[in-house]
């Protein structure tokens, strides 16, 4: 082997692949984080389902190749930043709402959610063709009635699980809760659980 040679496998080789390795490292940490992201709950929009101060694990890729799916609860890009609302509209579709009842496509809408508060007239309006209408579980707050209809790319992925205050466990985030309003297997985290042995869900959270 010639001096120059034992140069490159001796020194050249071990530090290229030393910096490779790190390069690739560095681009599966990116990647994940443009993949999974806690974002944090900013406003009462979405109590009783999400609460300030909570942070939020959100899939960025699930709109890559699917279509959105009515009922979901979506992080999306709103006058004032980052937020959470239910999707019930879709593009296409009227939507309307007529003495406290939502209406799309001219039934009553049978999307489950949290909802509070009165819902006032409103409508009808046919979404577009990239088009799509959100609404905050607190009736009073703002979502696609005081903003307009939201465009594809202001959508930016799903709320998949959800870390209270205080907490390092994980619970699932349910966009379609039971008809009475309580998530399945899930009792909502008080602030003195830890005290009382309250709030704790009927099965494991996931932590990380």
Known sequence: ???????FFGCYLPLLLLVGGCA???LIVYGSQIAFQM???????MMPVLE?????LVNNTAFWARDPE??????LGG???QAFRRLYGMPGQTIEARRGVLYIEGEPSRIRDRAHGQLQDFGPLTLGPD???VLAEDRAAEDS??????????LYGTALFYMPRGSSALYPVDPTPTPQGRRPGLSPPTPDAGRRGAGKPEHDPRTI
Not at 1 to 7: H, K, L, Q, Y
Not at 39 to 45: E, L, N, Y
Not at 52 to 56: E, I, K, L, M
């Open 1 to 7: 082997m010639s001096p120059r040679a034992r140069r």
């Open 24 to 26: 690739s490292l560095g």
């Open 39 to 45: 974002v944090p709950v900013r406003d009462t929009a």
């Open 52 to 56: 300030p101060g909570w942070r939020v």
């Open 70 to 75: 009515p009922g979901s609860i979506v992080s």
């Open 79 to 81: 006058p004032a930043g």
């Open 131 to 133: 088009e799509y209408f």
């Open 145 to 154: 009635r005081s903003w307009g209809p939201l465009v594809r790319e202001q």
